[in-house]
């Protein structure tokens, strides 16, 4: 149990508070307190009752709930009220798109009470004939709960990865086990995994698979397992997994095997040979061995999807891929002047401890007022302060930017004379997403126009698991920035990872250079920083190609130069 648990479960109390047709002023009161724990640093484990009536919009009522979720593991209000609602009505309100109140509707009026009967009803017209709904909102039903379907038991890259650790150790004290490692779509590093699949060497199948299945931490699929391969479930994570069995000898050509997508073993490299049957002909020793016995330089696992990536390596000229230590700042990140957790000076002095030369700050403008998005007045305030810090840190710098919405007609939402007191400018869609491609795409090329736009935030706004993107032209969205100067993110929270990697060399080729951000809400949000760079190398992206990978004094000369031409222009 910890703060994120009880936050968690406060959050579907009032949900389910609301489903239940409680006290609406009760339900505000548990949604602002869990606004305002997220943005906290507080352990909430760590306080007595007193100490949590203490918290800012924490009253007794909420207080004696915390406590009692830390104490005994969840509520006896939400027992309750788990007991008076089906599993499925739970279920439903993930569902994007549809309320409480909604669900509420269809569980009493429809009979609904499972995904499975949601879709059924909407398919079938039911949905849209009830008041309030419309065949909007039961598209938009329709379109949720397939989404939610087809993404099932899905881990982004970054879960993935500490659970496959895990397994990995966990197979490692199998003394039977003379190798093991990741491969497929993990090791290659997607954003989204639909399976943690790991290559296992040994002498005896049999007594693998044995040795595995009689650890209580897996569970075996016996039906869809066989001789020499292991099917079934890891502790309580849902998403499957798959280790296939070979021999020692044969490690390293089911490796290489298991790594590459379809395309890249496919395509010929000696006159008609491809580099699946290069290695089935003969045994080598390193998979860097392979690729030269095939006239190829070494081509990195995250680069095998068959892309532009065989070409270059034929060429000898493949990319020399981005570095974490190649990263000089951060950019794009949010302090409690928005809707950050930490304060400006904790999130600066956290990113100089990090060995970063500077910090781009750009909380949330006007428009975000969901988020506490900053008026004129309020954007003073903070460069006042940035200047105090920057006296204070310095060499470190913090350059003053904002993440400025993309209105729906495009345009950003300050006038100029605000625009021009930032060093950059983060333009970004937080709203409207509802739009066809045409309108999605002009409305993208409309805010990379203006002159003050520096980088174009999160491109197609989605959220990997939970919201597809917004459709947008890339390839128009990437020569218009190509045209206009202006840097594209990627975005490197693993719920987005936006810019798509799969844009990435297209981008590079047009010129456009790329801003790995974090897009941090708290300190520990830096960390994402790994995965916006795993995004660019599947790319091929390099430091030169990198915005951030500029120096605090390269940075600042092309931030001055953009807002000298913003402003003769604007």
Known sequence: MDSATILKQLKLQAALMELHDENSFKIRGYQNAVFNLDKSDVDLMALDLKELEQLDGVGKGIAATIFEIATNGISEAMQQYLESTPEGIVELLD????????????????????????????????????????????????????????????????????????ILEVLSAITLVKEASTTGGLRRKLEVIDKIEILVAGDDFDQLEEGISGLEVFTQDVANSGPKTWRGTFREHLIPCEFTFTLPDTYIKDLFLRTGSTQHLSV?????????????????????????????????PE??????????????????????????????????YSDGKHTLEQMATYCKELGYEYLGICDHSKSAFYANGLEENRVKDQH??????????????????????ILYDGQLDYDNDVLASFDFIVASVHSVLKMNKQKATQRLLTAIENPFTTILGHPTGRLLLRREGYPIDHKAVIDHCAKHNVVIEINANPWRLDLDWRWVNYAIEKGVMLSINPDAHQMNGYHHMRFGLLAGRKGGLTKEMTYNALSMEEISTQFKKKRDQAKANA
């Open 95 to 166: 569902i994007k798109g549809i309320g409480p109140k909604k669900i509420k509707v269809l569980w009493k009026e429809l009979g609904i009470e499972s995904g499975h009967e949601l879709k059924e009803a909407a398919n079938s017209g039911l949905v849209a004939k009830l008041k309030g709904f419309g065949e909007k909102t039961q598209l938009t039903i329709i379109e949720a709960l397939e989404f939610k379907e087809a993404n099932a038991n899905k881990l982004h890259y970054a879960e993935a990865e500490v659970l496959s650790t895990e």
């Open 303 to 336: 680069l095998r999807e068959g892309t532009f990536e065989i070409q270059a390596a034929k060429n000898r000229s493949l990319p020399k891929l981005v570095e974490m230590d190649d990263l000089k700042g951060i950019l794009h990140n949010h302090s409690t």
């Open 384 to 405: 006042d302060e940035i200047d105090r810090l920057n006296e204070k840190l310095a060499p470190f710098k913090i350059f003053k930017g904002i993440e400025s919405d």
């Open 268 to 300: 010929p490299v000696l006159e008609k040979n491809t580099l699946r049957m290069l290695a089935n002909e003969r045994s080598f020793a390193s998979e860097q061995e392979l690729y030269l016995a095939a006239g190829m330089d070494y081509i990195e």
